[in-house]
T-cell receptor
Framework: DAGVIQSPRHEVTEMGQEVTLRCKPI?????LFWYRQTMMRGLELLIY????????DSGMPEDRFSAKMPNASFSTLKIQPSEPRDSAVYFC??????????????FGPGTRLTVT | GIQVEQSPPDLILQEGANSTLRCNFS?????LQWFHQNPWGQLINLFY???GTKQNGRLSATTVATERYSLLYISSSQTTDSGVYFC????????????FGTGTRLTVIP
């Protein structure tokens, strides 16, 4: 399996621009997670989907952030408008959920976002 | 949410030495994972270990769920073991997502 695929790997943009990050989860996984990693806050969950439905978006910083999962093999995280404080590494992860919780989560390589 | 504490925060080892990394958590857990974040930023799965003991080569891990801690053992360390080791847990009673500790930064010197 190719693992979790993210694109782009690096993104540099100017403040105010729209940014779209993409993720393809591992085939057969039914849950997808978006995380953000910064020096100040470490790794934190932004949102997760189960069977393409958003379950918990309490970690989304503000209305400038939105995420979609139109089908089981694709998700996007959009920031509009972007701000310098959004600079971070954004990870996507996928997993399989059972009635007792999640099995092992697998992470993509991340997208390093720099907003100038 | 659940609190996850890792110790030590930083560790410097001579190549060939052994080490133990600790992860304490504040609530009962459904899921516990250990990750290695390499110098290129990739998060590599090491263990999925909500309880018990597992071994994989020079690495092993033990989780004592009743006492709310997990240990990661690295034996005969190599320079390629350098990076940050994260413990992450899914609370049994809380939301279904992983909460990460702040990590242990390991540097192995030749």
């Amino acid at each position: 399996d190719a693992g979790v695929i993210q694109s782009p790997r690096h993104e540099v943009t100017e403040m105010g621009q729209e940014v779209t990050l993409r993720c393809k989860p591992i085939s057969g996984h039914n849950s997808l997670f978006w995380y953000r990693q910064t020096m100040m806050r470490g790794l934190e969950l932004l949102i997760y989907f189960n069977n393409n439905v958003p379950i918990d978006d309490s970690g989304m910083p503000e209305d400038r952030f939105s995420a979609k999962m139109p089908n089981a093999s694709f998700s996007t995280l959009k920031i509009q408008p972007s701000e310098p404080r959004d600079s971070a590494v954004y990870f996507c992860a996928s997993s399989l959920i059972s009635d007792r919780g999640f099995y092992e989560q697998y992470f993509g390589p991340g997208t390093r976002l720099t907003v100038t | 949410g659940i609190q996850v504490e890792q110790s030590p925060p930083d560790l410097i080892l001579q190549e060939g030495a052994n080490s133990t990394l600790r992860c304490n958590f504040s609530d009962s857990v459904n899921n516990l994972q250990w990750f290695h974040q390499n110098p290129w930023g990739q998060l590599i799965n090491l263990f999925y270990i909500p309880s018990g003991t597992k071994q994989n080569g020079r690495l092993s891990a033990t989780t004592v769920a009743t006492e709310r801690y997990s240990l990661l053992y690295i034996s005969s360390s190599q320079t390629t073991d350098s990076g940050v080791y994260f413990c992450a847990v899914e609370s049994l009673t809380g939301a279904n997502n992983l909460f990460f500790g702040t990590g242990t930064r390991l540097t192995v010197i030749p």
